[in-house]
């Protein structure tokens, strides 16, 4: 397999003088966790879930309203680029070292299109390992009285891309994502006047932003089964449950390192 079998071609692309919200707007239109940005005709960088998380919410911008925010004030410029025979391996090795949410292709100056994270998950679609075999054991969780800031800050410490939640007797119950986190703090801080965040952001809870019905997968099923699931549902990882006790997470990290480990450079 080849990374331009992989990679997706029409991709959403925005300039980066356009206002925040309408990066946001087409990411959760398009289920995507990155999108590229543009200036002058030319695609420059990316903007994140990530991106925007890490600064939504700081002091420094909670007076100011995400409607009157732009792209560029978030927008990353590319690590590395990639090129149409650069092996599936080496992709996954870049994106993993620079926890890239998106990495574009070009052929010389001409541009081919990106892979996104997700798109890993294709790499491994004919894989029978177990997913217990492969999956994090040791992952952070919350319980669903857990406040919204109390996720930020996880999801931000830990570069995890879910976090499951959990009843108070461990009881699987659901999943806190990266953008549905972020959505549900940019409306916070749209709709609640400035003079009352402080105090009602603690009020914010978990089961106010949790995606109840957030994809799981049990810990014998198989590799393909598990990215086929991931695909399906557009998401960056899957709990690994048993019974009604998550016992793993399966991420696209996970995926990752398993093809930096098992494809041959050449590939």
């Known amino acids: 397999m080849r990374l331009t079998e992989i990679a997706t071609k029409d991709v959403p692309v925005l300039n980066k003088n356009r206002p925040l919200l309408d990066a946001l707007e087409v990411m959760e239109k398009d289920g995507l966790e990155s999108i590229c940005v543009s200036d002058d005709g030319k695609i420059v960088g990316s903007i994140s879930n990530t991106d925007i998380l ?20 978030f927008m990353s410029e590319f690590p590395v680029t990639l090129s149409d025979d650069t092996p599936i391996r080496r992709a996954a090795k870049f994106m993993l070292e620079l926890d890239a949410g998106l990495l574009p292709m070009f052929y010389g ?6 892979v996104y994270r997700i798109n890993m998950a294709r790499a491994v679609h004919d894989r029978t390992e177990e997913v ?9 969780s919350v319980k669903s009285n857990d406040r919204a800031i109390h996720a930020r800050k996880m999801i931000l410490e830990s570069r995890t891309s879910v976090l499951p939640v959990l009843n108070e007797d461990g009881r699987y119950l659901g999943a ?15 709709y609640v006047p400035e003079k009352h965040q402080k105090a009602r952001i603690r009020q914010l809870q978990i089961s106010n932003v949790m995606k109840a019905d957030y994809p799981s997968i049990g810990g014998d099923a198989r590799l393909c089964d598990a990215a086929r699931k991931i695909l399906e549902e557009r998401a960056l990882g899957i709990v690994v449950v048993e019974g009604m006790s998550p016992i793993g997470l399966l991420t696209i990290d996970e995926i990752l390192n398993f093809i930096i480990s098992t494809f041959p450079e050449e590939q």
Do not use: C, N, W
């Open 132 to 140: 217990s075999q492969l999956m994090r054991k040791k992952f952070p």
């Open 54 to 73: 890490a600064k939504i919410g700081t002091q420094r911008l909670r007076a100011v309203s995400p409607g009157s925010l732009y792209i560029s004030g």
């Open 176 to 190: 806190v994502t990266r953008g549905s986190l972020l959505k549900a703090l940019i409306d916070f801080h749209m």
């Open 109 to 114: 100056e001409t541009f081919l299109g990106v």
